[in-house]
């Protein structure tokens, strides 16, 4: 460690000659990461078009440098190549931000990729799992399971990297009874700003963990988590139903029966969502017995006006895979792609003129519209939800009350997105927020849905709530020179 910080230093020394055009930086930090031997793809190779292609290809970024370290040392040694030629420094784990945050939300950044940390160890006597951030969903499922039947909360597709899902939330179809991703983390390995590793846990600098959790990007690179498991559940029912939509009216009824039964009623073990596009599906899956499910289901479903669906029993990788939209086991290249912009809201409640408002919406501007849209509503907060059963501010993650999780995606299936299209998704949310002013009603985004169309004052505003000024309060502790920056992250 010593003899690091001295080649680091002398660095430093060297590069301040020639900090003045971004191009000798760029060289500058070159030569740092190949003096410090630090792995990257070089500029223009085969590796390094691929790797910089996001997941959503209306938004790409030309980043200064891309490494793609080996060692907990050698992301060490990047954020200080990083940090003394004054580039900021991203971690990437999956690439799936829909800002692609992932590849810094701007140009200029060095992106440390985090796909080579990506073992999963289980602790099966303390139901425990460390796993590397680089990860991706699909893998990491199956990886648990093969280790005494072990899971973990996480999102439903299976190409999702572990390191922003978990840092910044993690919704999934069993998030009602066990919460969250980040709600499960005992503990994160972190490369801080200065490049000191430190664990962040309840015990161990906790303001760090709590940082961690709801807005991890921009406090340090987490090379691995410690999780609590749970063993899987087996013999779930999942379920699919597919309302035929024909009127603003019959959207109004549906939602307003589904909103009032997730606040008050929905229990634990049922997980359920609302998918309008060109048809309508309401799915899920009920961890318990078919008598119980169709004991929990039938009087909502008599209030929503559906019947006739699809019922199934799945074994837990079933499950996943019903919800995945292919094979959980994911390539070593990843190459599957979208190109979409994308909103989310999180309303603590949407008020019966919000209802109406987003059904008028939909009817007079969403039903004709010929691209690939959808507006997915999840079941997510509510009277027993694990997801509200933590307070507030005992995390980042401020969505607690959040009755649904919304978000709102309009995709080209080729070609590029006309970013005039984008009043289509502002113009639906506008509508419910016109509806939903000064009614005491909370619409916080997700950072996870990360939309681009917010400001950064925005951004900071809807993404963190009333956790925000918490949040900047810590990033100036634990990374006052601004080093893990972006668009919009906290500190930006
Ligand atoms: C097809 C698809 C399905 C999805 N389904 C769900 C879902 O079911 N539930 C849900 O909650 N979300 C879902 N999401 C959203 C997803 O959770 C976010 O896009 C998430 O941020 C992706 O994480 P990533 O590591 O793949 O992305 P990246 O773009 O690599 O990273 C996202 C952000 O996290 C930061 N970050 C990543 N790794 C680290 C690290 N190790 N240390 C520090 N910062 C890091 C990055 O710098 C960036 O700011 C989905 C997204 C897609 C594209
Ligand atoms: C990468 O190469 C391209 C093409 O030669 C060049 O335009 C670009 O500036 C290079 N980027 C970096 C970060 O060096
Ligand atoms: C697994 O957890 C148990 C119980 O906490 C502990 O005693 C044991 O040392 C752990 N095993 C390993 C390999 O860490
Ligand atoms: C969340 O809702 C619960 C009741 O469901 C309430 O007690 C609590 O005050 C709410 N918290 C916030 C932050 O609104
Ligand atoms: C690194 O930063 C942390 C947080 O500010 C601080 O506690 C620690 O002492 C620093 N380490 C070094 C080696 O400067």
Redesign the pocket.
């Known amino acids: 460690m010593g003899s690091l910080t001295y080649i680091v230093a002398s660095l430093g020394v060297l590069v301040s000659i020639t900090e003045a055009s971004s191009l000798s930086k760029r060289a500058a930090l070159d030569t740092c990461l190949s003096t410090l031997k630090v792995p990257i793809y070089a500029n223009g190779s085969a590796d390094y078009t691929q790797a910089i292609k996001p997941?959503?290809l209306r938004v790409t970024f030309k980043p200064a440098a891309y490494a793609v370290p080996l060692t907990v040392q050698d992301v060490q040694n990047a954020v200080s190549c990083g940090s003394i030629n004054g580039i900021q420094v991203?971690?990437?784990?999956?690439?799936?931000?829909?800002g692609?945050?992932?590849?810094g939300?701007e140009d200029g950044h060095l992106i440390v990729d985090?796909k080579n940390f990506n073992t999963v160890t289980v602790n099966q006597t303390a139901q425990t799992a460390v796993i590397g951030?680089?990860g991706r969903l699909g893998n990491i499922a199956t990886a648990l399971y093969n280790q005494g039947k072990q899971a973990i909360s996480h999102?439903?597709?299976p190409?999702?990297?572990?390191?922003?899902?978990s840092?910044?939330?993690?919704?999934?179809l069993i998030s009602r009874s066990k919460g969250l991703?980040l709600d499960n983390i005992l503990e994160a390995t972190v490369v801080l700003a200065n490049s000191s590793v430190v664990t962040a846990s309840e015990t161990q600098n906790p303001e760090l963990f709590w940082a961690l959790r709801g807005a991890?990007?921009a406090f340090?690179?987490?090379?691995n988590f410690k999780f609590k498991t749970f063993t899987a559940p087996e013999n779930n029912i999942v379920f699919q139903y597919y309302p035929s939509l024909n009127s603003p009216e019959q959207l109004v009824t549906l939602l307003t029966a589904m909103q009032d039964f997730t606040r008050n009623s929905q229990p634990p073990e049922l997980n359920m969502r609302l998918f309008l596009s060109s048809f309508t599906s309401f799915s899920g899956v009920y961890y318990g017995s078919r008598a119980d499910f169709d004991k929990v289901m039938n009087p909502l479903l008599a209030k929503m006006g559906v019947s006739g669906g699809l019922i199934t029993t799945n074994s837990w990788l079933n499950t996943l895979t019903s919800f995945s939209n292919g094979a959980l086991a994911q390539p070593a290249v990843y190459d599957t792609h979208e190109t979409f912009f994308s909103k989310s809201l999180m309303p603590s409640y949407l008020t019966p003129a919000a209802i109406t408002a987003l059904a008028n919406y939909w009817n007079a501007n969403a039903r004709s519209n010929s691209r690939a849209w959808y507006l997915l509503f999840d079941s997510h907060a509510g009277a027993n939800s694990a997801i509200s059963k933590i307070a507030r501010d005992a995390t980042a993650y401020s969505h607690r009350n959040a009755t649904f999780k919304m978000q709102f995606y309009d995709r080209v299936n080729s070609g590029t997105y006309d970013p005039t299209w984008q009043s289509f998704l502002n113009g639906w949310v506008k509508v419910i927020e016109d509806a939903s002013a000064n009614q005491g009603v909370d619409l916080g985004m997700?950072i996870?849905?990360?939309d681009t169309s917010l400001s950064k004052d925005e951004a900071h505003k809807r993404y963190w709530l009333g956790n925000y000024d918490r949040l900047a309060q810590a990033k100036a502790i634990w990374d006052p020179r601004r080093t893990f920056e972006?668009p919009q992250?906290v500190g930006s």
């Open positions: 997941f959503n991203t971690a990437k784990s999956g690439g799936h931000s829909y692609s945050h992932g590849l939300g985090m951030t680089g999102g439903t597709c190409g999702v990297g572990l390191g922003g899902l840092l910044h939330g993690g919704y999934g991703t991890g990007a340090g690179i987490v090379t997700y996870n849905y990360a972006g992250l």
